[in-house]
């Protein structure tokens, strides 16, 4: 308990004020001529944060229920909010800030900005520990949208070994490098976060549900993740070979990844169709 209490009315009234400061543009979605609002439509906002429509209305309607710290996150994701407006949305619902100036799982408003510029190319941000904290359009459309609420949801690793459906957009022949590749770098991480409860946590979750993890966690192979060459095998524009490209953001435990057409392939035009029909889904969606 944090002895604190939810001000449902100032949380509705904050969270209206913010959808509008958004453009969609800014979100990467297309404007439109029939836009009734200034900013971002309710249900936009519910995506983006990965959570249901319906909650999302109720909090802007001051009749929710008091939101977690992780659906919290993802709120300040899909409004921009900076750390000064992150930690106010934390108070109006009842909980204290985040410790330390960018902790966590916030991600800046300019990095953000940043992914949404890159149209032409997909990119994400993710934690060290490998959840996905945010994802331009075409990363959404080439890799499907997991910037989820849920704590273990949004996480690679967890997805790969306990989630089958995760791999079948990549070849089986291919499956025990991704492996190996997932679990060296959570061991790196691992070691960095020592006596981290979410480092932890996950790790303890991982070795519960997956032989193939645990196997491979024992062998203690240590990678940090800095390029690889992927293929993904999309079901409208069919397979499409990329290069991983993985850069330090300025929040530190947190990298920019970026996926780029290797040269003399045409994962170019590949990627161009995937701009068009995918951004069209996630808009109508």
Not at 41 to 56: F, P
Not at 142 to 151: D, N, Q, Y
Not at 210 to 235: D, I, K
């Amino acid at each position: 308990m944090t002895g604190m209490t939810i001000d449902r009315r100032e949380l509705a009234d904050f969270l209206r004020r913010s959808r509008d400061r958004v453009r969609p543009q800014d979100v990467g979605l297309p404007a439109g001529p029939r836009r009734r609002t200034p900013g971002l439509r309710r249900e936009e906002v519910a995506q983006l944060a990965g959570m249901s429509a319906d909650y999302y209305i109720r909090l802007e309607q001051a009749r929710g229920p008091q939101p977690s710290p992780q659906m919290l996150a993802a709120l300040a994701r899909a409004l921009r909010l900076d750390t000064d407006g992150r930690d106010h949305l934390h108070l109006l619902a009842g909980h204290r800030p985040p410790a330390g100036p960018v902790a966590g799982d916030h991600v800046s408003p300019g990095l953000l900005h940043l992914l949404d510029q890159l149209e032409s190319t997909p990119a994400q941000v993710l934690s060290d520990l490998g959840d996905v904290l945010a994802q331009n359009a075409t990363a959404r459309a080439l890799l499907g949208g997991v910037c989820t609420v849920s704590e273990h949801g949004r996480n690679v690793v967890w997805r790969w070994f306990a989630d089958p459906e995760a791999r079948t957009a990549y070849p089986a022949e291919e499956h025990a490098h991704h492996s190996r590749l997932h679990v060296a770098d959570l061991r790196a991480a691992f070691g960095r976060r020592a006596g981290d409860p979410a480092a932890t946590r996950l790790v303890e979750r991982l070795r519960g549900a997956s032989g193939e993890f645990t196997e491979l966690w024992e062998r203690h192979e240590v990678a940090v993740r800095r390029h690889n060459r992927m293929r993904v095998a999309h079901p409208l524009i069919g397979p499409v070979d990329l290069d991983c490209q993985v850069l330090l953001a300025p929040e530190g435990e947190q990298r920019l990844v970026l996926y780029t057409p290797p040269p003399g392939t045409d994962a170019a035009e590949r990627l161009a169709l995937l701009r068009v029909v995918g951004t069209e889904q996630f808009a109508t969606g």
